[in-house]
């Protein structure tokens, strides 16, 4: 661990896995005990890595409240006839979709499904997913409340993820005899 003013870097073991915890043990000095240990708030940066669909709760972020980006390459056919819909599955919590950095839409509940037809194009495609969740894990977690019911701990993309395409369909209409 490097220490830099009040700035400490660390590096953690096995980035690859999953599910890793850190814990932040701090040896006050005099006049700086408990509460006052720390004089600002804790913040954290995480990088990229793989993330599998599940809770953040089972996936090591139990007090976490935030947002996680999923991205994926997704490859579409040379001819793309009709329009494409992207649908996540389940979802707990809200999400923002884009795909080439063109945003899609944002849902705030069921059904996650997006229309990315004007985004996509033949080929190679880059798609962003960013989903949110609220302050229950938080409050749960690190501060209980009567407020917060067991379900409203859990967030994250659940899936499962699919991509559709769905043909163009021209109705002529006619009178009825």
């Not at 814990?23 to 240990?37: C, E, H, K, N, T």
């Not at 499904?113 to 894990?137: C, H, Y």
Request: net charge positive; glycine share 12%; hydrophobic share 35%.
């Amino acid at each position: 661990m490097e220490k830099t003013g009040t700035r400490c870097d660390a590096a953690l073991p096995h980035p690859d896995a999953p599910r890793r915890v850190a814990a932040l043990r701090i040896q006050s000095v005099p006049g700086y005990a408990q509460g006052a240990a720390i004089t600002g708030p804790v913040t954290y940066t995480m990088g990229s890595g793989r993330m599998p669909f599940g809770s953040w709760d089972e996936l090591g972020l139990p007090h976490y409240a935030g947002g996680v980006v999923y991205s994926a390459e997704i490859t579409l056919p040379e001819k793309i006839a009709g329009s494409t819909v992207l649908d996540l599955g389940r979802v707990r919590g809200s999400v923002d979709v884009s795909v080439n950095g063109t945003g899609c839409g944002t849902r705030i509940w069921h059904p996650y499904r997006f229309d990315v037809s004007k985004a996509v194009r033949p080929g190679a495609n880059t798609l962003e997913i960013r989903v949110f969740n609220t302050l229950g894990p938080h409050f749960a977690m690190g501060h209980p409340s009567q407020h917060v019911r067991d379900n409203q701990t859990q967030s994250g993309l659940f899936g499962p993820v699919s991509v559709t395409v769905l043909p163009q369909v021209d109705f002529k209409l006619s009178k009825a005899k």
